[in-house]
């Protein structure tokens, strides 16, 4: 059974630090800083099996504009324990955690390509995002991030209100095409992007297996990387929001579904 635990000593600040090594193979955050965070509203909280650390989630307090957030900075599962929920229960203790302590929103990145992660961010937290960061962390050397830019969606989760997603009418979904060995593409991007026309909702596909995409063609990952940067940069200056992922059944693609902005009733979030 997993137990969620709010951590505050340096002992379980470490007990985390050697997941966060095992999770992503980098060097973890230096305890004299989450320790000083966890005491002046950030949060640090564990999965634990038994005493066994097997998920963590990091956030800091941020401010902008006369208004506080909470910065939800990393968020891992243990490679064994993934995909039983771990994440979702970790959000959504955060989520309790963060209303206690007085905030409405959260906000994180993470990379738009990751289809599963874009899922739980999306469709299943009700996270909504507007904004597109180009290369983010610089140029990375773990094994998620070598060899390509760290774009980055900036996640917004309003955890005190839950949106709507409205019906729309106007529909257009960004084509794609299948290469060799039924490798997804991307189609000409100004072509596409000429399609939307008046249209109030668009669809965007990534891959559904990213990681796996990359260890097959990194020049056909680049491709995606730089082709769905102008796609989302683009929609988003034009007033649409992110507000779902769509998984198809089967096949090398899913779907973000793009709304207009003021469908939503929410404005967009300046930091």
């Not at 955050?29 to 564990?46: E, F, R, S, W």
């Not at 961010?121 to 995002?129: E, M, V």
């Not at 774009?151 to 095409?177: M, T």
Request: proline share 5%.
């Amino acid at each position: 059974m997993v137990e969620i635990r709010t951590l505050h000593t340096t002992h379980e600040l470490q007990l985390v630090q050697k997941l966060e090594k095992t999770i992503w193979g980098m060097e973890p955050i230096p305890i004299h800083q989450t320790i000083t965070a966890v005491k002046n509203g950030g949060l640090m909280l564990g999965a634990f099996i038994g005493d066994e650390p097997v998920g963590v989630s990091y956030s800091f307090p941020g401010y902008a504009n006369g208004k506080s957030y909470l910065c939800s900075h990393l968020l891992g599962v243990h490679p064994d324990y993934q995909h039983k929920g771990i994440g979702r229960k970790l959000k959504e203790e955060q989520k309790e955690a963060a209303l206690k302590l007085g905030y409405t929103m959260m906000t994180w990145t993470y990379d738009p390509l990751e289809s599963k992660n874009a899922y739980l961010n999306l469709s299943k937290l009700g996270g909504i995002c507007s904004t597109y960061v180009e290369n983010c962390y610089g140029d990375m050397d773990d094994s998620l991030n070598a060899g390509l830019p760290t774009d980055r969606f900036k996640l917004e989760w309003w955890i005190d209100r839950q949106f709507i997603i409205p019906k729309c009418e106007k529909q257009f979904k960004i084509p794609w095409e299948s290469v060799q060995e039924g490798m997804p593409k991307l189609a000409d991007v100004d072509s596409a992007l000429s399609g939307i026309g008046d249209c109030d909702s668009v669809y965007v596909p990534v891959p559904s297996f990213f990681q796996e995409l990359k260890q097959k063609d990194k020049l056909l990952v680049i491709d995606w990387r730089m082709k769905t940067r102008k796609i989302f940069q683009t929609l988003f200056a034009k007033g649409f929001v992110a507000v779902a992922l769509e998984r198809e059944q089967t096949g090398p693609v899913h779907y973000y579904k793009l709304v207009k902005q003021e469908l939503m009733g929410v404005e967009k979030h300046e930091n």
